[in-house]
């Protein structure tokens, strides 16, 4: 959606939606990323919430407008209301907990359903495996590899703490989203052509 964002330059309005288990990390991703700050005592999400930041890709300007949804199982008739017109989604593990990679799943599962995406295949889905500033990890990068591979979806391994990949992968994204939509318009305009020509062959015309 275009619009002006606060200062009243035109922007393009992206809704981001981070998912994943309660603890991973979602909320410190988002202030890491809106405000470059980290807390080590946040509490639990309740529902949701959101912030907006603007970025600059290839030139134009986007509004992203960042919903950080509750992980923890109790708070799912809170959050899934929220999936609706969600223009990507950052799925979100830990990487010193094994079941927030194996959980990714099910997160997909639910985005899926609750947002009513019509073209599952191409939706701009992003993977962060977060808190490697961690030592003793559970999930090695391969591991996290394969499932991100399998699911064709792009990677990438953060540290809200330390400020380590958290706005490559905002950013990673949305050119996701700039690309899908590349990719929409293309098969769209092959999708006439190829009506056009079968009609011209029907009349029995020659070009
Ligand atoms: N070491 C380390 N700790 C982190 C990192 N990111 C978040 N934490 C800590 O992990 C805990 C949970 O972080 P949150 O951002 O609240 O996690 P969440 O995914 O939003 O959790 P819910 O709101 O329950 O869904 C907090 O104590 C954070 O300080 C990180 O990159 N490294």
Same mark, same amino acid.
């Given at each position: ?6 200062k ?9 939606? *981070?998912? /994943?288990?309660? =603890? ?18 946040s ?5 949701? #919430?959101? *912030? ?6 290839? /030139? ?6 960042? +919903?950080?949804? &509750?992980?923890? !199982? ?29 959980n990714l799943?099910? +997160?997909k ?19 962060? =495996? ?5 030592? #003793?990890? #559970?999930?090695?990068? !391969?591991?996290? !590899?394969? +499932? ?24 990673? &994204?949305?050119?996701?989203?700039? !690309? ?6 293309? @098969?769209?305009?092959?999708? @006439? ?10 009349? =029995? /015309?020659?070009c």
């Open positions: 959606m275009a619009g002006k964002n606060h009243g330059c035109k922007s393009k309005l992206l809704k981001v939606v *981070l998912l /994943g288990d309660g =603890g991973v990390g979602k909320s410190s991703l988002m202030n890491r990323f809106v405000s470059n700050k980290f807390d080590s005592q509490f639990h999400t309740i529902g949701v #919430e959101f *912030l907006n930041k603007d970025i600059t890709i290839d /030139g134009k300007l986007f509004t992203l407008q960042i +919903w950080d949804t &509750a992980g923890q !199982e109790r708070f799912k008739s809170l959050r899934t209301p929220f999936y609706r017109g969600a223009d990507c989604c950052l799925l979100t593990f830990s990487v010193d907990d094994r079941q927030s990679l194996q799943s099910m +997160w599962k639910e985005f899926l359903h609750y947002a009513d995406i019509d073209d599952y295949d191409h939706f701009p889905f992003v993977v962060l =495996g977060n808190k490697i500033d961690i030592s #003793e990890r #559970e999930v090695p990068t !391969e591991e996290a !590899e394969v +499932w991100c591979h399998t699911n064709q979806m792009p990677f990438y391994e953060t540290s809200a703490k330390d400020a380590i990949n958290v706005d490559d992968a905002f950013h990673a &994204a949305v050119k996701r989203v700039i !690309e899908l939509e590349k990719y929409t318009d293309h @098969t769209k305009h092959l999708h @006439t052509d190829t009506i056009d020509l079968s009609k011209k062959n029907q009349k =029995g /015309g020659c």
